[in-house]
């Protein structure tokens, strides 16, 4: 059974900084396309980030580009975002994604983590 379990977020002030994990288990992100997601109240579910092992790339958002970065440890089976330059507009529940290769094709989810940005 495949499950993705986040980690990592909580309270911050603005400007400052906070990485989050997202551990497969029983799924290889080797063999994945993996994005963060966040949903803050009342709007729409926004994508933030993604990276392919496979492909060798990563894309982000115009609106955490130059401050958070994707990457991942294939051995830890870990997908990691490192959100710096926290804005308030960066509070919202973050939710990993994968989409693992096929056939057949496989969507799966995380429960999300919340990240506050206030002072």
């Known amino acids: 059974q495949v499950q993705l379990v986040e980690s990592g977020g909580g309270l911050v002030q603005p400007g400052g900084s906070l990485t989050l994990s997202c551990f497969g288990s029983?799924?290889?992100?080797?063999?994945?396309?993996t994005q963060w997601y966040r949903q803050a109240p009342g709007k729409e579910r926004e994508l933030v980030a993604t990276?392919?092992?496979?492909?060798?790339?990563?894309n982000y958002a115009d609106s955490v580009k130059g401050r958070f970065i994707i990457s991942g440890n294939n051995v830890r089976n870990t997908v990691y975002l490192q959100m710096n330059g926290l804005k308030p507009e960066d509070t919202a529940t973050y939710y990993c994604?994968?989409?693992?290769?096929?056939?057949?094709?496989?969507?799966?989810w995380g429960q999300g983590t919340q990240v506050t940005v206030s002072s």
């Open positions: 990276i392919s092992f496979a492909g060798g790339f990563q």
């Open positions: 994604y994968a989409r693992a290769f096929g056939p057949p094709a496989s969507e799966y």
């Open positions: 029983g799924l290889s992100f080797f063999r994945a396309v």
